[in-house]
C-alpha cells in the first residue's frame, strides 16, 4: 500500500510554507490511464526568467535531467526537454523531445507549464521512473532567457532532501489496464489548472465519443473536475456493461451515481456526479470511472476572487476534501451498497478537455445558480 510520501501524487512550494504568495510550485500527478506522470509548474517569473524542473540520480548539477521553459514579451514560447552535462552547462536540448500534452503561458507575472512524461523512455537522456527514483530540482528563480538560450539561473535550485519515487511508475508494467491507489497529499492541484482552462478555446461543436455524453470545455474557469475510478468486487465484468442502451449498464450507473452522491453530500462545492464508463479490470472485475464537478468553494464567483493564486488554492483545499472523503470511505471495504476493492481508488485531476458535457446540478447541491448549467459559457 502506498503511503502520502511515496510520490503518486506530491508537490513542492517554495518560499518554504508559502500559500498565496509562492514564487514556485510544482505538482506531479500519476495518471493511471496513460501510465504516465503529469507536471505542473508555476513560478514567479515577471516574464524575464525561465523556470522548469529538474531530475538528478545524486544532489550534483551534473548530468541532470531537465524541463524548461520560459514565454516571452512577444508572447512567443518555448519548453526544452534536456540534459545538463557539466555543473556550469546550460541545458542542452534533447533530440528526442518526449513532453506529452506540453503547455506554457504567463499571466500576472507567473509562467504556468504543464507537460507529461511517460514512466518509460529509451532515451538514453531522459531518466524514466519507472527504472529509479531521483533527487527533483527545483530551480525557484530562474535566469535571464534570449532566444532559444538561457543564463544560469538566479539563484542556486533547491533539492529534494531524498530521492522521490514514483511508485505506481515502477509497480505496473506499461501498457496494461491499470487500477491505482492514489492517497491523499496535501497539495493536488494548481494555478496551472487554472491557467489552462483560460487558455483552451471553445470548440466550435463538442466532439464525439462513443457510450458517454459529448466533451465540451469548462463554462467557468472557477469549476473544475476530478475522475474518480475504483474496482467493484463481487461484480464480474460483462460486456453489456458498456452498452449503455443495457438495463445493467442502466441499473449499476445510477447505483454508482447515488452512492457517489451519499458519500459526498457533506462535501460543499459538489456540483455534478456523473458516470464516465465502465471497463474491465485486469482480474475480470468491474472498474467504475464518475466525473466529479466542483466548485472551490459555495458560490464563489470571479469578483471574489483577488487573484488566481487564490482561486488555485481553494481549489487545493476541495480536492483534498474530496480525495480525503474517498479515501476513509473505501478503506471499510465499500461505498455505501457497493463492495470496492480498497487498493484500487484512483482520484486524478482532469484536463478541461476531458469534461464531459454539462447537465443540472445534482439534488445534493443546493443553493446553486442552475442558470449557468443552461449554456457553454466560458468566463476568464
Same mark, same amino acid.
Given at each position: ?6 510520490g503518486?501524487?506530491?508537490s513542492y ?18 495518471n ?15 516574464g524575464?526568467r525561465? =523556470? ?19 514565454v516571452?514579451?512577444?508572447g512567443?514560447?518555448?519548453?526544452s526537454?534536456? $540534459? ?5 552547462? *546550460? ?10 500534452? *506540453? ?15 511517460s ?11 519507472a527504472?529509479?527514483?531521483? $533527487?527533483?530540482? $527545483? ?19 533547491q ?18 489496464p ?23 478555446k471553445?470548440? =466550435? ?5 462513443s457510450?458517454? *455524453? ?28 458498456e ?9 449499476l450507473?445510477e ?21 464516465q ?8 472485475a468491474?472498474v ?13 464567483v ?54 464531459m458535457a ?14 449557468? $448549467? ?7
Amino acid at each position: 500500500m502506498c503511503i502520502p510520501s511515496c510520490g503518486n501524487v506530491a508537490s513542492y512550494q517554495w518560499p518554504a510554507g508559502c500559500t498565496n504568495d509562492c514564487e514556485y510550485y510544482a505538482m506531479w500527478n500519476y495518471n493511471g490511464k496513460t501510465h504516465a506522470v503529469d507536471f505542473n509548474i508555476v513560478a514567479l517569473t515577471n516574464g524575464e526568467r525561465w =523556470t522548469g524542473i529538474g531530475f538528478s540520480k545524486d544532489r550534483e548539477m551534473e548530468q541532470t535531467d531537465t524541463v524548461t521553459g520560459w514565454v516571452n514579451s512577444e508572447g512567443i514560447t518555448y519548453m526544452s526537454d534536456g $540534459y545538463v552535462g557539466g555543473y556550469l552547462a *546550460a541545458p542542452s536540448p534533447d533530440i528526442q523531445q518526449n513532453l506529452d500534452d *506540453a503547455a506554457i503561458s504567463h499571466r500576472d507575472g507567473y509562467t504556468t507549464m504543464t507537460f507529461s512524461r511517460s514512466c518509460v523512455s529509451d532515451d538514453t537522456q531522459d531518466f524514466a521512473f519507472a527504472d529509479d527514483c531521483y $533527487y527533483f530540482f $527545483y530551480p525557484v528563480r530562474g535566469g535571464r532567457f534570449r532566444n532559444s538560450s538561457i543564463s544560469i539561473h538566479e539563484e542556486t535550485p533547491q533539492i529534494s532532501a531524498k530521492r522521490i519515487c514514483i511508485p505506481s511508475c515502477r509497480e505496473v508494467a506499461p501498457l496494461e489496464p491499470v487500477i491505482e491507489v492514489l492517497v491523499p497529499t496535501l497539495s493536488a492541484i494548481t494555478l496551472s489548472t487554472v491557467q489552462q482552462a483560460a487558455s483552451e478555446k471553445p470548440e =466550435t461543436s463538442p466532439p464525439e465519443v462513443s457510450s458517454v *455524453a459529448a466533451k465540451v470545455v469548462p463554462r467557468t474557469s472557477e469549476q473544475f473536475a476530478v475522475a474518480v475510478a475504483m474496482e467493484l468486487n463481487q461484480l464480474p465484468w460483462s460486456a453489456r456493461f458498456e452498452d449503455p442502451q443495457s438495463s445493467e449498464y442502466s441499473t449499476l450507473k445510477e447505483s454508482v451515481e447515488q452512492e457517489m452522491r451519499e458519500t459526498l453530500k457533506n462535501v460543499d462545492g459538489v456540483q455534478d456526479i456523473r458516470l464516465q464508463e465502465f471497463w474491465q479490470s485486469p482480474d475480470g472485475a468491474v472498474v467504475a470511472s464518475t466525473e466529479v464537478v466542483l466548485m472551490p468553494e459555495d458560490g464563489v464567483v470571479s469578483n471574489d476572487v483577488e487573484t488566481p493564486r487564490d482561486l488555485a488554492s481553494m481549489q487545493v483545499d476541495k480536492f483534498n476534501e474530496v480525495n480525503f472523503t474517498l479515501w476513509d470511505t473505501v478503506q471499510s471495504g465499500n461505498i455505501g451498497n457497493l463492495f470496492v476493492n480498497t487498493q484500487s481508488l484512483d482520484v486524478r485531476l482532469l484536463k478541461p478537455s476531458e469534461w464531459m458535457a454539462p447537465t443540472t446540478p445534482v439534488p445534493s447541491a443546493p443553493n446553486k445558480d442552475e442558470s449557468k $448549467y443552461l449554456d457553454f459559457v466560458v468566463v476568464f
